[in-house]
């Protein structure tokens, strides 16, 4: 399964290592639906899903940083970016 991370939540800070939470939309159904961090982090990292922030003129991945906790950030041509950021907070 894949999605679309669509908004995000911080907790105690504004940057990546701060988002605690996302709102997302499947690219198979939309349907849509809330993860923890560690939730997502989990699920990208252990169970094979895939997560992308729609871009201008592409979909941006998403990937977990191997940091502790691990947390969520975009990258492109292998290169960390900021598209999380640039989301609507919920």
């Known amino acids: 399964m894949a999605v679309y991370i669509t ?3 911080m907790e105690g ?5 701060h988002i605690a939470s996302v709102q997302w ?3 198979v ?3 849509t639906g809330t993860s923890s961090r ?3 982090v ?3 990292k252990n169970k ?7 871009g201008n003129w592409q979909n941006v991945d998403v990937g977990v940083v191997d940091a502790t906790p691990p947390y969520l950030r975009t990258y492109a041509n292998g290169i960390w970016t900021d598209n999380l950021l640039a989301l609507p907070e919920f």
Do not use: F, L, N, T
Not at 13 to 17: D, I, L, V
Not at 48 to 54: F, L, P, T
């Open 38 to 40: 560690a939730d997502m």
């Open 42 to 44: 989990d699920w990208i």
């Open 7 to 9: 908004h995000r939540h």
């Open 29 to 31: 159904d939309s349907s």
């Open 48 to 54: 094979g899903g895939k997560a992308y922030v729609q």
């Open 25 to 27: 939309r499947s690219m």
């Open 13 to 17: 800070g504004s940057r990546h290592e």
